[in-house]
């Protein structure tokens, strides 16, 4: 923008320099049309441009001395084809002429209607303007009697004086073809009051800019106070208000609609600027700050600043723009939000100090330090509850019935869950510190996170402090440098409380006591079900003081107790939950499915075993656990467990077998196989006997050996 006003103001002052000598030589003549002739030789002899006067040149002498011009045209640079330049509708500008006896300058308002500018890069680099910019260079260095003459008649003046500019409807397209974008600012007007030396200007300024791609349409306006300290190399802009409305796609959810106070310094050399009192607006939301910048056009500018977002309704604000609004399982979230933070900019390094943020309860602090590509972040977290800004799944178009469930069906599993470009261009070392942490129903406390990521590698620790009165220390390391990433997983679970948090994760109640946990698995994938599938490591487990709920297997020996002794038994009264003092495990993880064969479960008077497998993929369960009694006194039901004595004696084990999806598994004990182990001793002496016995035939038909045959079974069963 500030090229395009250097532009505008050299295009100005080739009318105006055309204009005043106009003014000064024309009144000797009769007729100032017939000088057009010379003022195009010259226009031609000191830029190289064809200039163009279609109207007349009007002239009136007193008590001003004034110029008008119509259907003025300046010609294009060589290469940006035969389309002018710039185009002038009509110029005007009137001199007082008693100042002149007293050596004063004084101007009225300088006219300028219907300016257009074409302005254009061609695809090397170059622009329509570089020569005008630049100047003609003359084969013959300038007399330095006449330069010298000129500068004393400059000086000779005692005062200028401009009673203001008023630019109507003006024009300025610009074409890039180095990058293909174009733009336009159209309507654009400028008004200004009386320029005097010394004394501040007032400003008003608007025009529409707008561009194609991205498609944009945006009508601004600028009004404001300037001053000039030409001695200072300061330009002062005093209550400046900008303001914007605007639409497009190239504006994020295509409206905005804002306004900006500030009071703007500017060195005229380009190389500082200050805002001061800085207000920013767009509907509810407000921005206050200052900044101040130094060392500007160098390659290590300086900027420092305090800025401040006042509270406000985040989720009403949002309305109000017309942005889309999160579907959060809490309606009543985002809406608190507030921030300030202090500045501080040298070159390519930027640091947010003393930052503060408050999202509805909750309160952070820290610092962030941003350095070319690569951010660094420190922030501090009292409490916050993520499920409260988790998405409900409401948003979008709603499917129903039939065609729901296939969609989900077809693709469960199959979301690429892993951003890999966007993973391997960050560069990221950070740290948050949270008091409280709720997700997924979990609570967390005193939670320490910490991230680092670079060159497609990304790798995250946790450390909780207090968990379900235990602790967690975990990692997650993503790699995304090869064609697909690949994921290591590291958890450690400490003394931590399972009842209440499995109970959090799976909605149920199955176990309680004292556990640790500990896995190592690496996979590679984009999606739950690649990963699945390549899922291996290892675990262990150790659980103490606890109960597997759903199964009582003091109550289930109890029936077998009257299984074998023909007197059933009623239901027990007690919890449906085994007790145990111990139990141990541990396993490997191939190809998505967890193999056990070490599991050990201790209680007063049960010990058991188990081994099976877990599949991840199919998510079905095939797991057998071996339910052996070791004492019939004491412990969970041990009291009246006695008729047992005999699977103690032999060393029988109940099987349990857990079949079944892993969600929902179902559970069965298998009496048949604890029957055959009981009788195996008499089966093997009946068939001894059966064996030895000769195959003779009584009267009535049957054998000897028949007979004994279903009176060895009566007698077994």
Same mark, same amino acid.
């Given at each position: ?5 250097? %532009? ?48 007349? %040149? ?24 035969? =389309? ?5 509708? +009509? ?31 061609? &695809? ?5 303007? *570089?020569?005008?910019? +630049?100047?003609?260079? +003359? ?73 194609? &791609?991205?498609?944009?349409? #945006? ?31 190239? %504006? ?69 723009? =017309? ?26 390094? $930027? ?7 408050? @999202? ?24 916050? *509850? ?41 560069? @990221? ?9 709720? $997700? ?65 994760? #799976? ?77 141990? =495990? ?22 058991? $075993? ?78 001894? &006997? ?25 007698? @077994?069963?």
């Amino acid at each position: 923008m500030i090229k395009v006003f250097k %532009i505008l103001g050299t295009i100005i002052g080739i009318v105006l320099l055309l204009v005043i000598a106009a003014s000064v030589i024309l009144p000797l003549v009769v007729d100032p049309n017939d000088f057009k002739g010379e003022i195009v030789n010259q226009v031609k002899e000191q830029t190289g441009r064809d200039l163009k006067i279609a109207g007349d %040149i009007d002239l009136s002498v007193f008590p001003w001395l004034g110029v008008k011009i119509d259907g003025v045209e300046l010609s294009n640079a060589k290469g940006f084809g035969d =389309g002018p330049f710039a185009l002038v509708r +009509h110029a005007s500008v009137r001199v007082k002429l008693k100042p002149l006896l007293k050596k004063e300058l004084e101007v009225d308002t300088i006219g300028l209607d219907g300016v257009m500018l074409n302005l254009a890069r061609n &695809k090397s680099g170059a622009s329509n303007w *570089d020569d005008l910019a +630049h100047g003609r260079q +003359h084969n013959s260095a300038p007399d330095k009697e006449q330069k010298q003459g000129a500068v004393d008649s400059n000086a000779s003046l005692k005062g200028v004086s401009i009673g203001g500019v008023d630019i109507t409807d003006a024009t300025i397209n610009w074409d890039d073809r180095q990058s293909g974008q174009k733009y336009a600012i159209s309507e654009f007007n400028l008004k200004s009051g009386a320029i005097v030396p010394g004394s501040p200007v007032g400003l008003n300024l608007g025009m529409v800019l707008q561009s194609a &791609k991205p498609a944009l349409k #945006a009508k601004v306006g600028l009004v404001g106070t300037i001053k000039l300290d030409q001695e200072k190399g300061l330009l002062d802009i005093g209550d400046l208000k900008f303001t914007v409305d605007a639409d497009g796609a190239a %504006i994020p959810n295509g409206k905005l609609q804002a306004e900006l106070e500030t009071a703007l310094m500017f060195a005229l050399d380009g190389t500082a600027l200050s805002l001061q009192n800085l207000k920013a607006k767009s509907g509810a939301l407000s921005l206050t700050g200052n900044i101040k910048g130094t060392n500007l056009g160098t390659d290590s500018p300086v900027f420092n600043g305090q800025l401040k977002l006042a509270e406000l309704n985040l989720r009403s604000w949002m309305a109000s723009q =017309g942005m889309a609004m999160p579907a959060t399982s809490d309606p009543k979230s985002l809406g608190r939000l507030a921030a300030s933070f202090n500045l501080v900019s040298k070159g390519a390094s $930027t640091n947010l100090d003393k930052l503060f943020i408050q @999202l509805d309860d909750t309160k952070i602090t820290g610092n962030a330090i941003m350095r070319g590509g690569a951010t660094a972040f420190k922030l501090n977290v009292d409490s916050i *509850d993520l499920d409260r800004y988790m998405s409900t799944g409401k948003g979008g178009q709603v499917q129903t019935g039939k065609s729901k469930k296939n969609d989900a069906k077809q693709t469960a599993g199959t979301e690429q869950l892993f951003p890999v470009d966007t993973l391997r261009e960050l560069n @990221l070392n950070g740290s948050v510190n949270i008091g409280r942490l709720t $997700t997924n129903g979990l609570l967390a406390e005193k939670v320490l996170f910490t991230i680092k990521a670079k060159d497609g590698s990304l790798q995250t620790v946790q450390k909780v402090g207090k968990f379900y009165q235990g602790s967690y220390n975990g990692s997650v390391n993503i790699n995304a440098k090869g064609k697909s990433p690949s994921v290591t997983v590291s958890s450690n679970l400490s003394k931590v409380q399972l009842g209440p948090l499995i109970k959090t994760l #799976a909605g149920e109640d199955r176990l309680s006591g004292q556990g640790q946990f500990r896995v190592n698995l690496s996979a590679s994938g984009n999606n739950v079900n690649a990963l699945k599938r390549s899922l291996n490591g290892k675990y262990d487990l150790k659980f103490l003081k606890g109960a597997v709920k759903g199964i009582n297997l003091a109550a289930e020996l109890r029936k077998a107790k009257g299984f074998l002794s023909g007197k059933p038994v009623a239901d027990s009264a007690g919890p449906t939950q085994t007790d145990f003092s111990q139990i141990t =495990g541990s396993g490997v993880v191939t190809k998505g499915v967890l193999h056990n064969s070490d599991l050990k479960a201790l209680s007063p008077f049960l010990r058991v $075993t188990g081994k099976g497998a877990a599949n991840l993929v199919s998510e079905k369960l095939d797991y057998t656990a071996q339910v052996f009694i070791v004492g019939t006194s004491k412990g969970q039901g041990g009291d009246d467990l006695g008729a047992l004595e005999e699977l103690k004696r032999k060393k029988i084990g109940v099987p349990v077998r857990f079949t079944g999806p892993l969600a929902a598994p179902k559970w069965e004990v298998q009496w048949k196989k604890v029957l055959l182990d009981m009788k195996k001793d008499e089966l093997k002496s009946a068939t001894k &006997k059966l064996l030895k016995i000769e195959d003779d035939k009584d009267g009535d038909g049957g054998s000897s050996k028949d007979r004994l045959k279903r009176k060895l079974l009566k007698k @077994l069963f």
